[in-house]
């Protein structure tokens, strides 16, 4: 039982059966310093209220995202702080139970990228629209980087739609060397096959049944799923789109992500002379930031 809670029926104890305070601790089994004690930490009012803010605005993030938003605020906070006043505020997040699931050998000719658009993941995402009807979303993630630099939204997509976007997005943030892809139609079709050898990108199968030999892309939809389909309505495709792209430009410059130092993707991709992504691993005591670019 906490202390509080003690003091609570100390005090209702007192008011009920008229006794002393002495009498009333030893009946709950408080002790009277503690009942007599009174803290003397700052009041921290206006760091939950922002705790809370931030939980409501990105209901998908946890405790030590919103302390490295909370860091980049200017707050400063020591991350267990974060941690005891998130669950005071009963934020945490409910996880489902995970499924048993089989440790996939990947391919042994595969190595981690070294640098931005070295290798590229895709994939196809499927929701619908407040009317029922359905769409698919093509998503793309820069395996370095964990960038996302399209996702196009269609109610068809058929292979000359996958070059016209691949086309379109190359031009803005450049062609990758190798793009990794499951055994979908539109993937293994000619007309994606001859944009690829015409721009030497090499095109690299999943194995069939095998969704984890693309796992950067499957984790991108899993998190795509969480924090902007599910959390949406789309009125319609121009909706979707704007909401996709909304979402997408967030993830990218605003972001955190665990995997590259709890920095967004952008400040990765776009960095200069990074041959490898910075460890995940946290300092308390350090401010995350980045410099914006572009």
Known sequence: MRPGRKRQLVDEARTEWKVSIRRACEVVGAVRSTYHYRSVRPDQASLRKRIREIAEA?????????????????????????YRLYREERLQLRKKTPRRRVKAALRDDRTPPSRANEVWSMDFVHDQL??????????????????????????????EDVVRTLDQTCKRTGYPKQIRVDQGSEFIS????????????????????????????ESFNGKFRAECLNAHWFLGLEDAREKLEAWRRDYNELRPHSAIGNKPPAALHYATGVSSPPGAKRDENSTPGWSKVG
């Not at 096959?193 to 090499?202: E, G, I, P, R």
């Open 130 to 159: 407040a009317t029922g009807r359905k769409m698919r979303v093509l998503t793309v993630v820069d395996a370095f980087s964990r960038y996302a630099p399209v996702l196009d939204a269609r109610f068809a997509y058929r292979a």
């Open 58 to 82: 990105r209901v998908r993030f946890g405790y030590r995202r919103i302390y490295v938003l909370l860091c980049r605020e200017g707050w400063r906070v020591n991350e267990k702080r974060v």
């Open 190 to 217: 000619r007309d994606l096959d001859l944009w690829a050898y015409q721009h030497d990108v090499t095109l690299d199968f999943s194995r069939p049944g095998k969704p984890t030999d693309n796992a950067f892309i």
